[in-house]
Nanobody, 124 residues
Framework: HVQLVESGGGSVRTGGTMVLSCVAS????????MYWYRRPTGKDREVVAQ???????SYADSLKDRFTVYRGSSSNTLYLRMNGLRPEDSGLYYC???????????????????WGQGTQVTVS
């Protein structure tokens, strides 16, 4: 039974910084990717960042200058550091996991298999 538990959400002032955490457990597939998605208030869910099995991060173009995704000392923990927060960053932030692949010269992700419950971020 896969569990993805997010924490670290809350309220922050415009321009502030927030770090979200996600702890994964029960993942039986390997290798796997982890993701951060968000559903901004009044909008559709969108990808924020992705972490490939080898630790390569990637970001939504509009966020890569302000957001950083990184692993903890344990590979089942993923963080999202958000700098320069804006009101339009407000919304529900989800951690997700899914199958990935590791080939001799490349790694990648197949998409999301499991979702967390989400943590609310409010910027005002």
């Amino acid at each position: 039974h896969v569990q993805l538990v997010e924490s670290g959400g809350g309220s922050v002032r415009t321009g502030g910084t927030m770090v979200l955490s996600c702890v994964a457990s029960g993942i039986s597939y390997s290798p796997y990717c982890m993701y951060w998605y968000r559903r901004p208030t009044g909008k559709d869910r969108e990808v924020v960042a992705q972490m490939e099995p080898d630790g390569t991060p990637s970001y939504a173009d509009s966020l890569k200058d302000r957001f950083t995704v990184y692993r903890g000392s344990s590979s089942n923990t993923l963080y999202l550091r958000m700098n320069g927060l804006r009101p339009e960053d407000s919304g529900l932030y989800y951690c997700a996991a899914g199958r990935g692949f590791e080939l001799r010269y490349s790694t990648g992700c197949y998409g999301v298999d499991n979702w967390g419950q989400g943590t609310q971020v409010t910027v005002s």
